[in-house]
T-cell receptor, first 114, second 113 residues
Framework: SQTIHQWPATLVQPVGSPLSLECTVEGTSNPNLYWYRQAAGRGLQLLFYSVGIGQISSEVPQNLSASRPQDRQFILSSKKLLLSDSGFYLCAWSQTGGVWNTIYFGEGSWLTVV | QKEVEQNSGPLSVPEGAIASLNCTYS??????FFWYRQYSGKSPELIMSIYSNGDKEDGRFTAQLNKASQYVSLLIRDSQPSDSATYLCAGIYNAGNNRKLIWGLGTSLAVNP
């Protein structure tokens, strides 16, 4: 069966510091991968999605970036965090063959920027 | 602007009752819909997907899709306190060669013992 893991689960970072969140999927090949953010009281906001290694689509211009160095690894980064970057970050995957097949989420990472 | 709308709630039902959660969507071309459950502080987990008009049942859950009226609903029979969570509705719409998954803001459900 397929599993998805992301880490760290929680982190508190000062404004202007860098960020790296990592996500890996097991049990499948060439998955579609996604990064979402869920801010307090707001819905799920798609940040990035990837249909293959090195292929990243950005949905929202901001100070975040994503990379997919391996087939089942997805990384969310920032060089300098802003207060507004606080939120619940979710990595997700779906089967290949069509973006927006059923999406399965990782455990999530709580980011507080102070 | 393509939208998926849900009543934020909270919807409060007694234990053992049927909880009815509703979702409307603006894009008549939307074809696929998903219901997710999200416990406080946790990530969303898939309950059901539905693609065709009518009902789809899975255990205590029934999803209903009415494309003519552009709504999707989720019924939870014999509601349990453990069903207390936020329920997210999502739909896929097609924009030319681009497909998008649009999320509702969720409905909070409280099942009272």
């Amino acid at each position: 069966s397929q599993t998805i893991h992301q880490w760290p689960a929680t982190l508190v970072q000062p404004v202007g510091s860098p960020l790296s969140l990592e996500c890996t999927v097991e049990g499948t090949s060439n998955p579609n991968l996604y990064w979402y953010r869920q801010a307090a009281g707001r819905g799920l906001q798609l940040l990035f999605y990837s249909v293959g290694i090195g292929q990243i689509s950005s949905e929202v211009p901001q100070n975040l970036s994503a990379s997919r160095p391996q087939d089942r690894q997805f990384i969310l980064s920032s060089k300098k965090l802003l207060l507004s970057d606080s939120g619940f970050y979710l990595c997700a995957w779906s089967q290949t063959g069509g973006v927006w097949n059923t999406i399965y989420f990782g455990e999530g990472s709580w980011l507080t920027v102070v | 602007q393509k939208e998926v709308e849900q009543n934020s709630g909270p919807l409060s039902v007694p234990e053992g009752a049927i909880a009815s959660l509703n979702c409307t969507y603006s894009d008549r071309g939307s074809q696929s819909f998903f219901w997710y459950r999200q416990y406080s502080g946790k990530s969303p987990e898939l309950i059901m997907s539905i693609y065709s008009n009518g009902d789809k049942e899975d255990g205590r859950f029934t999803a209903q899709l009415n494309k003519a009226s552009q709504y999707v609903s989720l019924l939870i029979r014999d509601s349990q306190p453990s069903d207390s969570a936020t329920y997210l509705c999502a739909g896929i719409y097609n924009a030319g060669n681009n497909r998008k998954l649009i999320w509702g803001l969720g409905t909070s459900l409280a099942v009272n013992p």
